[in-house]
């Protein structure tokens, strides 16, 4: 079963969006040493928000775009071991990611409240050894919600194919399908209700400050809001889903359709924010691209006067 027209277009946007994501961190690494801007912490949890970003957009095209729609079917035999062993990694991965995404923007929304409190020191505050230690956190924090669940063997979760559709289908038990949804949504709900509670904060500084907030600064937190909009949005559809469900609502339940638009939006909505909020970035990006398309002629070795006329009389 191939993509449909709306799974192509997910998974094109998607494609291009995340070479345009490339770019712009191929970008700020390149002129870091010439644009002081990007070397503040703003940037620098960019850069490490992208390894989260990257890795949710492989697994979720090839573990669950691509395996739903037929495309890994060659690659599981129909009574092999990866078909019970595979789908519990893929699972616990695609959860684990998010939940790093999460918190990613937790910290987005800290930093752009250190930047309205303390707009000339906030950089201070984010040191390279607090960023580190903070993103150990986030990195290993989301381990202790999936691994349970997902190392618990008496929960049922593997792939069945259907050979019928040519696809390969996760299936889960009831009982871990309800978990894992409760902590997809709590975490959700936990990282968007302290990431309200710091942007409103954020707001009213910037509103009652007299030290008027620098323009690019400025400009950084419109992009964190447009991110953090998208992050708002994923959790009323978790919320949605699991209340549905649970109430069993089979009217409403076209909210599991978003579900597949809603992660591509989760990694994908960065690149496009950045661009759009910040004219630094934008600059930096063409600059960046122009070197690059500008190659440097090859210079054959210099030749004397000299050898020019005995060249010509040789000739």
């Known amino acids: 079963m191939a993509f449909d027209a709306l799974q192509f277009v997910l998974f094109f ?10 770019i712009i961190i191929f970008s700020i690494l390149n002129q870091r040493r010439s644009l002081p801007i990007l070397r503040g912490s703003f940037f620098s949890l960019v850069v490490i928000h992208f390894v989260a970003d990257l890795l949710l957009f492989f697994e979720f095209n ?7 729609y037929g495309y890994l079917n060659g690659i599981f035999p129909d009574d092999g071991a990866a078909l019970f062993t595979v789908p519990r990694i893929s699972n616990a991965l695609h959860y684990y990611v998010k939940i790093i995404v999460y918190i990613g923007q937790v910290y987005f929304a800290l930093n752009r409240l250190t930047s309205a409190l303390m707009p000339l020191d906030y950089n201070n505050i984010w040191t390279l050894n607090r960023i580190r230690a903070i993103t150990l956190v986030q990195w290993l924090v989301p381990l202790a919600a999936v691994l349970p669940v997902h190392l618990n063997m008496q929960f049922t979760m593997k792939y069945i194919k259907y050979n019928d559709e040519n696809t390969l289908r996760l299936e889960t038990d009831p009982e871990s399908t309800e978990i894992i949804a409760y902590i997809d949504m709590a ?15 954020t707001l009213h500084v910037v509103r009652k400050s007299t030290t008027r907030l620098a323009s690019v600064e400025l400009r950084l937190l419109v992009s964190a809001l447009f991110v953090f909009i998208v992050l708002t949005l994923n959790t009323v559809i978790q919320v949605a889903t699991v209340i549905t469900n649970h109430i069993g609502i ?8 978003l579900s597949y638009p809603m992660v591509d939006l989760i990694y994908t909505c960065q690149p496009w924010a950045l661009l759009m909020c910040s004219s630094v970035m934008r600059k930096n990006v063409m600059t960046t691209l122009r070197r690059r398309s500008h190659k440097p002629v090859p210079l054959s070795a210099p030749t004397t006067e000299k050898e020019d006329c005995n060249t010509e009389a040789t000739n």
């Open 13 to 22: 946007y998607s494609c291009i969006s995340m070479a345009v994501y490339s």
């Open 62 to 68: 090839i573990l669950f775009r691509a395996r739903k």
């Open 187 to 201: 975490c959700s709900v936990l990282c968007t209700i302290f990431s309200i509670i710091m942007y409103v904060w």
């Open 250 to 257: 089979k009217e409403v339940m076209f909210i599991n359709d």
